[in-house]
């Protein structure tokens, strides 16, 4: 998996609209979040988070309210919106092959079974990002240690076996 700038910025537009959500301003909950207060508080260059608005809205996240008091607030609780739902949002398939998703990636020959690789690293990365939502994030409950042998950094995850594509189990 890759995490591209529009990827890593859309999450840190989404923390920082979440936390404005817990305050006490006009929105429902809390404060809208302005693209430019937003764009300054988490150095993204202000045209570039345009466009990831206006993802994020389309893709029924955010709401967009105009207006001099307008700004952004999420279109769900925080704990019902996902990295995964983020992160599809602005990038569409979590994994890619060569640019196309890894469901859609065939092999023949010796080797077929890379389809099967590339399909658990999909599951797997989409079992990290669709359990953790953004409240999870924001108050940092569950947190474990970025894991680095493999082993779940999810919150309340254990690690999986992965079946190996190869022969064993």
Same mark, same amino acid.
Do not use: N
């Given at each position: 998996?890759?995490?591209?700038?529009?990827?890593?910025?859309?999450?840190?537009?989404?923390?920082?609209?979440?936390?404005?959500?817990?305050?006490?301003?006009?929105?429902?909950?809390?404060?809208?979040?302005?693209?430019?207060? #937003? $764009?300054?508080?988490? &150095? !993204?260059? *202000?045209?570039?988070?345009?466009?990831? =608005?206006? +993802? %994020?809205?389309?893709?029924?996240?955010?709401?967009?309210?105009?207006?001099?008091?307008?700004?952004?607030?999420?279109?769900?609780?925080?704990?019902?919106?996902?990295?995964?739902?983020?992160?599809?949002?602005?990038?569409?398939?979590?994994?890619?092959?060569?640019?196309?998703?890894?469901?859609?990636?065939?092999?023949?020959?010796?080797?077929?079974?890379?389809?099967?690789?590339? #399909? $658990?690293?999909?599951? &797997? !990365?989409? *079992?990290?990002?669709?359990?953790?939502? =953004?409240? +999870? %994030?924001?108050?940092?409950?569950?947190?474990?240690?970025?894991?680095?042998?493999?082993?779940?950094?999810?919150?309340?995850?254990?690690?999986?076996?992965?079946?190996?594509?190869?022969?064993?189990?």
């Amino acid at each position: 998996m890759y995490v591209s700038a529009r990827s890593d910025y859309a999450l840190r537009a989404m923390l920082a609209v979440a936390a404005a959500a817990r305050g006490s301003g006009p929105a429902p909950g809390g404060e809208l979040a302005k693209a430019a207060a #937003l $764009a300054e508080s988490q &150095a !993204i260059p *202000l045209s570039f988070l345009q466009g990831i =608005l206006l +993802d %994020l809205r389309r893709a029924g996240l955010l709401f967009s309210h105009r207006g001099t008091d307008g700004g952004y607030a999420l279109a769900r609780p925080a704990t019902e919106i996902s990295v995964g739902d983020v992160l599809r949002a602005v990038g569409g398939s979590l994994t890619s092959v060569r640019g196309l998703p890894a469901e859609v990636a065939g092999y023949h020959g010796v080797a077929a079974g890379l389809r099967d690789v590339w #399909l $658990a690293v999909d599951g &797997a !990365i989409a *079992l990290v990002v669709d359990r953790t939502t =953004l409240a +999870d %994030l924001l108050t940092g409950e569950g947190r474990e240690p970025a894991a680095r042998d493999g082993a779940a950094a999810t919150p309340g995850a254990a690690a999986a076996p992965v079946a190996d594509p190869v022969g064993g189990a």
